[in-house]
């Protein structure tokens, strides 16, 4: 198979560690940035950088040297995008210097090449008004930090073609990473839900009802603890649909609107499908799975306790714990 030739233009803390996991990947990366200088820079310190984390076990064996085959400064941008067959845009969240970036980006590569932004906020059809021939551009919002965060978001704007979307599905499968498909709308999909779950948070602390470190705590140890493993569909189907719709109605009693039983819910409750213990709720699990999921969580659970244990606590808990201790 041929090398895929790539470009990040960007090459700062987000374009680094994206250039990093695409050059492990197998594809020959171009670094691109305001200056060759400044390329040469941050080429220099992903070096150092994958040394500590190969050091640490974070990375393989092999990290620097495949790196070093494989990643490169370039002197322009114009020079990084000249033979890419994808190039990924990861410089600021600024309007002006993505779409003046992006136009440079249009006119120097390949007409085929796919372009991919990075950007969390910015709508990717506001974007695309600075590519020529938009329909190969698209949102592939890696996640911080990009070394070690397994999912990406892919977001094609309303003119992104069905080929564009299944390049940047290879893209991230090369990195070894899991892609989601989601429409082009403010917050996308992440930033939405983790902004969701943030405003709830911040009002429980805001009206006294618990502390910032309890809220952690809470979020850590009891519903966060199921995230890795199930999403929240998932659990809503292990928890039972009727028991979803019980919940809301009480939560109703005190936010009336906020917590409005969601219509996709209900119509699944009426209809019978209250979840794997009918045998179809959200997500298609046959009733005689359950036991195996059943297993599979208990498991998971279990080995997620270890993890932490092995670990030890972070930083931030040991941290609140003594805040705790002094102001007792
Ligand atoms: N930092 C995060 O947690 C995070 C997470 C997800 C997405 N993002 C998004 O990723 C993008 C990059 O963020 P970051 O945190 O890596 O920023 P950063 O400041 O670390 O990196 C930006 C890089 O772009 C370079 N740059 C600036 N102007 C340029 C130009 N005209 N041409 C070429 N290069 C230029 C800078 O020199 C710098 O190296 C943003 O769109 C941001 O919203 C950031």
Redesign the pocket.
């Known amino acids: 198979m041929t090398q895929r030739t790539v470009a990040v ?7 680094g560690g994206i250039a990093q996991v695409l050059a492990l990947g197998g594809a020959r990366v171009a670094l ?3 200056s060759q200088e ?1 390329a040469e820079k ?1 080429l220099q310190r992903l070096l150092t950088e994958a040394a500590q984390f190969t050091a640490d076990n974070l990375f393989p064996a092999d990290a620097v040297e495949r790196l070093q085959a494989n990643l490169w400064a370039a002197p322009s ?1 114009e020079e990084a995008v000249a033979e890419a067959s994808y190039i990924e845009e ?4 600024v309007l002006d ?1 993505k779409h ?2 992006l136009r440079r980006i249009s006119a120097a590569a390949p007409e085929d090449a796919v372009i991919g932004s ?4 910015i709508l990717i059809a506001t974007l695309a008004e600075a590519v020529t021939n938009p329909g190969r551009f698209l949102g592939v ?4 930090p990009a070394p070690f965060i397994p999912g990406v978001e892919v977001i094609p704007h309303a003119g992104t073609t069905p080929e564009t979307v299944e390049t940047a599905r290879d893209i991230v499968a090369l990195t070894g990473k899991q892609a989601a498909v989601v429409k082009d709308v403010t917050g996308f999909v992440l930033n939405r839900l983790q902004y969701a779950l943030f405003h709830e948070a911040a009002q429980v602390v805001e009206q006294g009802i618990a502390s910032a470190e309890d809220v952690d705590t809470l979020v850590r140890t009891t519903f966060g603890f199921r995230l890795p493993f199930f999403g929240p569909f998932a659990i809503a189907d292990m928890a039972g649909l009727d028991v979803y719709s019980f919940c809301y109605a009480s939560l109703q009693t005190s936010f009336p609107e906020r917590f409005a039983t969601p219509k996709i819910l209900q119509d699944l409750v009426d209809a019978g499908k209250l979840g794997t213990k009918s045998g179809a709720g959200f997500l298609e699990i046959p009733a005689e799975r359950t036991q195996d999921l059943v297993a599979y969580r208990n498991r998971a659970y279990v080995a997620m306790s270890g993890l932490l244990k092995e670990l030890g606590p972070s930083p931030a808990e040991e941290t609140a714990d003594q805040d705790g201790a002094a102001s007792a």
Not at 90 to 93: G, I, Q
């Open positions: 233009v960007g090459s700062g803390y987000m374009g691109a940035d305001v400044v941050n941008i990861a410089v600021p969240e210097i003046s970036t990075n950007t969390s906020t919002h890696f996640s911080n």
